[in-house]
């Protein structure tokens, strides 16, 4: 097996006859004597999803499903750095890859998934690469991604500037801040409650809790009983119907039901054609092969093909063969 090592930025391959993990970490040790012990191996699987190889057991997974070549990067534990004020600070997003809070330098966002983000450093091993994602790494850049992309993410695919609703409430109250809460838009996706969270777990919400709470238990209380009268609108229509259009609506429900069983029996027709066909032509081809192998005329060719059709060509060669 060949295994590519990961590290820094750089590639060394190793070939092992019989790959363990105890002769991989030792070939690491050699081309990295002052690399901290306390690293682990992973490799990306087939779906891109970063597997790591703890044990002998996984490595030997991989070797049972006879892997050629692995790519094996070795993730160390990386001590926090402190923040500088050129690179832009995502408080309220987790790297999908190292699972680093916060993110620190430029965010890459998945424009596909909902909340699924990645720092420049995992961005670089190619993970999620079956999407495109959008750098955002300055003020200018994010300014950009809001009006490109809002109306697919809403609210919540922009870095929020602070604590608290966006709301009507009292401005004496502190209930007026931007980027977590209510927005108009509801929620989205497991990115809107991992910031409604953090809000909570903030100090300085404690102050303003009551309010929040109140607030919130009248706005969904006014939902709620803007559905149940939209049910009861549904429901007073429905029945006011005149039992003319019911009946209308019942013979189209059956025209539809009979056209689609009309469908699915041509469908199963066709297809039962095309395999009485297939099975024909196998039967033609085992009878041009019996007589180039056997000799015989197409006729006994043929008897023995139908009376045997359950065999296999070998097995009617032999019985043939014996029968001679």
Known sequence: M??????????????????????????????YPN???????????????????????DLQVLVDEGIQ???????????????????MVHKHHTC?????????????????????????GCQAKDLHNHHKFFKISTEEE???????HWGKFGHWGQRPHGHGFHGHGPHGQ???????????????????????????????????KQTVFSLAKDVFGAV???????????????????????YEDEKLETQQETQQETQQEKQQECTTQQTDCKAQEEIEEKIKNLISIVQCDEK??????ECFKDLSLDEIVDIMLEKQ
Request: glycine share 6%; net charge negative.
């Open 2 to 31: 060949k295994i590519k090592v990961v590290h820094d930025n750089e590639i060394h391959l190793l070939k092992l006859q019989n790959p363990t993990l105890q002769a991989i970490r030792e070939h690491i040790q050699k081309i």
């Open 96 to 120: 999908d890859g190292c699972q680093n809070h916060p993110i620190v330098g430029p965010r890459f966002k998945c424009l596909e998934c909902p909340d699924y983000d990645l720092c420049e």
């Open 35 to 57: 690399i901290d012990s306390n690293y682990t191996l992973a490799y990306n699987d087939s779906e891109n999803d970063q597997i790591t190889l703890s044990c002998q057991e």
């Open 142 to 148: 994010l300014e950009q991604f809001r009006k490109e």
């Open 224 to 246: 709620k009983t803007e559905i149940e009268k939209h049910k009861n609108s549904q429901q007073q229509q429905q029945q006011e119907k005149p039992e003319e259009d019911l």
């Open 300 to 305: 006994q060719a043929r008897e023995y093909v």
């Open 174 to 208: 502190g209930f007026h801040g931007h980027g977590h809460g209510f927005h108009g838009h509801g929620f989205q996706g497991n990115e809107a409650f991992k910031q409604f969270k953090e809000l909570f777990q903030d100090p300085a919400f404690k102050d303003i």
């Open 69 to 87: 070549t692995i790519k094996v990067f070795v993730v160390t534990a990386q001590k926090p750095k402190p923040v500088t004020q050129d690179k």
